[in-house]
């Protein structure tokens, strides 16, 4: 089955650029988004189709996604960044499989 | 604005089957594709399966044997069934829309979440 690994957590300092990773077995070649989620709520979409955002995201998030790695990156990182991100993508193995997650914390 | 909003039992009992109902709200369920997520409690998201508004399904592998999946375009709502359920499934339930008419491009719509509990 196919896999998406990202880092347990990150740190940041406030103004600081965060960049979250996830790897799988030729990402690249497959489409990868990016969710945001915040205690208590519900994911955010935050990224879809490798590098674009959905209306009323901030232009600090962006993507990018080559060989084995996709990245989310958070230029000038604000505290209301501070959530847990995930990672997504879909194969022909598994449909669609998340990534663990990543703790981002700004401090 | 499309709202979705999941309704279920909020507890079940093991080996019962587990029924949850999102309705779509604001919009039509036509064109897109529809998802179930879930979240056991501190960990992270899990992927349930999703159907086209067609009724073309796709489900997590691991699942793949319990799960059903169904869609209502004449009520706008699309249904989940999950059975033989145990403690492992306790978890925060989500229905979510891909925001992609017709092809899947990440799901930009989510509902606020159903909590279902496996407990004698």
């Known amino acids: 089955s196919y896999e998406l690994t990202q880092p347990p957590s990150i740190s940041v300092s406030p103004g600081q650029t965060a960049s979250i990773t996830c790897s799988g077995n030729?990402?690249?070649?497959?489409?990868a988004c990016w969710y945001q989620q915040k205690p208590g709520r519900s994911p955010v979409l935050v990224i879809y189709?490798?590098?674009k955002r959905p209306s009323g995201i901030p232009e600090r998030f962006s993507g990018s996604n080559s060989g084995n790695t996709a990245t989310l990156t958070i230029g000038g990182t604000q505290a209301m960044d501070e959530a847990d991100y995930y990672c997504?993508?879909?194969?022909?193995?598994?449909?669609?499989?998340f990534g663990g997650g990543t703790k981002l914390t700004v401090l | 604005q499309v709202q979705l909003q999941e309704s279920g039992p909020g507890l079940v009992k093991p080996s019962e089957t587990l029924s949850l109902t999102c309705t779509v709200s604001?919009?039509?369920?036509?064109?897109?594709?529809w998802s179930w997520i879930r979240q056991p409690p501190g960990k992270g998201l899990e992927f349930i399966g999703y159907?086209?508004?067609?009724?073309?399904?796709n489900y997590n592998p691991s699942l793949k044997s319990r799960v059903t999946m169904s869609v209502d375009t004449s009520k706008d709502q699309f249904s989940l069934r999950l059975s033989s359920m145990t403690a492992a499934d306790t978890a925060v339930y989500y229905c979510?829309?891909?925001?992609?008419?017709?092809?899947?491009?990440?799901?930009?719509?989510w509902g606020q979440g159903t909590t279902v509990t496996v407990s004698s």
């Open positions: 979510a829309r891909d925001r992609g008419r017709g092809e899947l491009q990440g799901m930009d719509v």
């Open positions: 604001g919009g039509s369920i036509s064109g897109y594709y």
């Open positions: 159907i086209y508004y067609r009724g073309g399904t």
């Open positions: 030729k990402l690249g070649d497959k489409y």
């Open positions: 189709q490798d590098t």
């Open positions: 997504q993508a879909w194969d022909s193995s598994t449909a669609l499989v």
